[in-house]
């Protein structure tokens, strides 16, 4: 056999760019809180809530 298998990339939620509904934030806290996160929290060095 000479072919390797493909890289293990471990899944990740897409980035989201605009801020969702509220009926959607309820199915995304309730389905997988890390979809939650914007896109800019996947570019910044560190975050800051006010």
């Known amino acids: 056999m000479d072919t390797q298998p493909a ?7 897409k980035p989201r760019t605009s801020p969702p509904s509220t009926l959607e934030m309820i199915r995304i806290v309730y389905r997988n809180p ?8 996947y570019n910044e060095p560190w ?3 006010k």
Do not use: N, Q, R
Not at 7 to 13: C, E, I, K, T
Not at 34 to 41: C, H, N
């Open 7 to 13: 890289p293990f990339v471990p899944p990740a939620p």
């Open 34 to 41: 890390l979809e939650l996160w914007g896109e800019p929290t």
């Open 47 to 49: 975050i800051s809530a």
